[in-house]
C-alpha cells in the first residue's frame, strides 16, 4: 500500500496550491479519502474527506470556502485545491485512506509566508 502526496510548497498569503495523493495497493474507489494537517507543536487535524463514490464532500470550518477536495478514482488520485492560504494554513499536509483498514501517506509540505 502506498499513499505518495505530491504539490507542497512555499506560497505567499492569498496564493494556492494543489496537492495530490496517488495511491496504490489498495482498491481506491471503496475508500474514502481525506486530507489531514499538522502544524509545528500542534495536534493533526482533520482538513477535508471525500467519500468513496465522491458524492460527499466535508471540510473543517477553518477551510471552508477556501479549499476543495476531489478524486479521480480512474487514477487513483486526491486531490485538495487551496486557495486564499493563510500563514495559519502553514503544516505538514497528511493523505489518508480509510475503510476499517487506515492507510497513510507520508506527508507534503505547505508554507504560507511572504
Known amino acids: 500500500v502506498q499513499l505518495v502526496e505530491s504539490g507542497g510548497g512555499l506560497v505567499q498569503p492569498g496564493g494556492s496550491l494543489r496537492l495530490s495523493c496517488a495511491a496504490s495497493g489498495f482498491t481506491f474507489s471503496r475508500y474514502d479519502m481525506s486530507w489531514y494537517r499538522q502544524a509545528p507543536g500542534k495536534e493533526r487535524e482533520l482538513v477535508a474527506t471525500i467519500a468513496s463514490g465522491g458524492s460527499s464532500t466535508n471540510y473543517a470550518d477553518s477551510v471552508k470556502g477556501r479549499f476543495t477536495i476531489a478524486r479521480d478514482n480512474a487514477k487513483n488520485t486526491v486531490y485538495l485545491q487551496m486557495n486564499s492560504l493563510k500563514p495559519e494554513d502553514t503544516a505538514m499536509y497528511y493523505c489518508?485512506?480509510?475503510?476499517?483498514?487506515?492507510?497513510w501517506g507520508q506527508g507534503t509540505q505547505v508554507t504560507v509566508s511572504s
Open positions: 489518508n485512506a480509510r475503510r476499517g483498514a487506515v492507510f
